[in-house]
């Protein structure tokens, strides 16, 4: 496979090749945890213990890394804990990292709560105001310049190519937390970014049934940091969890269409409606990103969010409210999704500068029939 291929083309073919073995066209589950070897040392294909490597792993590392347009993907049980070694493979005590004023707030309370006491220090910044963030680094300091694009829940939109020149001048990494718009609509390392994070658990996997994470780099060097620091952490997905991520990952680009133009559907039902007092979507023209949407992303992804007239109650109501639309944490899977941010996934940014408004719903769109999706959203909003 090479990038000449297309994007679906890679997603089913990419570290897929049918098992020399049996000609199987689906990699093997290779549920083990150590390989014989051709006398000491003498490793087959390089395997030789199922956390520092193992098949089925690798072939779902392969294929991010070919969708990301990146030379090397590793992946972990969870996207923190791929947040994790980035951060413990990167800093040290005593550096710093400018992270966006509304990022995830597990991701948040990683900063926070986990690396400050270990030395590493982090300012908050509006990622989609260069200068806050020129502002925030501090010179041969700062180490990281972290983004989310689309952020999670407030949609905000950051200029990958921008920022990765900002972070480079100050000799910092560009971090872009892909896990929102997924490789089919956006691709960070080609517009400059250094490092790309996912949570695999959302449109990567998505059918809501796998928690995982990945890395992607296009650098040697950086990609050598890494793997050591995957190994000698360990935090590394389970066989049959690599494979449900890359069952998932081969229908990527037919799902994104789906849940594109079923949010797309969404909004405008949303922008209409008298119980609705903002829509938050970079598709929409009066987004603050939107110029920049629509030059670094294909479309404009399946995740919305509103803010409901009537303030917390109101909002919550709704949640309590639909019936397709479950209520319930995380994004990205088959199924549509509703909750309340500020009570449920962004609780831990609670009296922090990343608290989210009270009033505020996030959906993901799922897949279902668009006409369900708005029946169940206007009975909801009454
Ligand atoms: C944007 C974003 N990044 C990272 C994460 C963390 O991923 P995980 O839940 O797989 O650890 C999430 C989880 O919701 C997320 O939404």
Redesign the pocket.
């Known amino acids: 496979m090479t990038q000449s291929h297309g994007f679906e083309t890679l997603a089913i073919h990419a570290g897929q090749e049918p098992d020399p073995l049996t000609g199987a066209v689906v990699p093997p589950i290779y549920q083990v945890s150590t390989y014989k070897q051709d006398g000491v040392g003498g490793l087959r294909g390089g395997y030789e213990y199922s956390r520092s490597g193992n098949p089925t792993r690798t072939a779902l590392e392969e294929c991010i890394a070919a969708l990301e347009d990146g030379t090397r993907a590793l992946t972990f049980a ?4 791929a ?1 994790d070694c980035l951060l413990r493979s990167l800093c040290a005590p005593g550096d710093h990292a400018v992270i966006p004023d509304d990022a ?1 707030g ?2 948040f309370r990683l900063f926070a709560k986990v690396a400050s006491r270990w030395g590493i220090e982090y300012t908050p910044a509006h990622a989609g105001d260069l200068d806050a963030v020129r502002a925030a680094i501090r010179p041969g300091v700062t180490r990281l310049v972290w983004c ?1 694009t689309p952020s ?1 829940p407030l949609l905000g939109v950051a200029d990958i190519a921008a920022l990765a020149g900002v972070a480079h001048d100050a000799g910092a990494l560009l971090v872009v ?1 892909n ?2 718009a997924s490789p089919y609509l956006q691709q960070p390392l080609t517009l400059g970014a250094d490092v790309v ?1 996912h ?4 449109y990567m996997g998505g059918h809501s049934d796998v ?3 990945a890395l992607v780099v296009n650098n040697a060097e950086l990609a050598a940091e890494l793997v050591f620091h995957q190994n000698a952490m360990g935090a590394v997905p389970a066989p049959f969890d690599a494979w449900l991520t890359l069952r998932g990952l081969k229908t990527l680009g037919v799902r994104m269409d789906r849940h594109c133009a079923n949010a797309e559907r969404i909004v405008d039902l949303l922008s209409r409606h008298p119980r609705v007092s903002e829509v938050l979507y970079p598709g929409l023209p009066g987004h603050s990103g939107h110029d920049v949407a629509v030059k670094q992303m294909k479309a404009f992804g399946g995740m919305v969010s509103f803010r409901v007239n009537g303030g917390e109650e109101a909002a919550v109501q709704v949640c309590n409210r639909t019936e397709l639309f479950i209520l319930g ?3 990205g899977g088959v199924e549509s999704l509703i909750e309340h941010p500020g009570r449920m ?1 962004h609780a831990s940014a609670a009296g922090s500068p990343l608290e989210v408004p009270g009033d505020l719903v996030r959906l993901s769109v799922g897949i279902e029939s668009a006409d369900d999706l708005l029946a169940d959203l206007e009975r909801a909003l009454g």
């Open positions: 969870s996207g923190l804990a947040e995830y597990g991701t989310e999670n937390d896990t929102f994070v949570s695999t658990t959302k928690i995982g994470g944490e995380s994004l996934t």
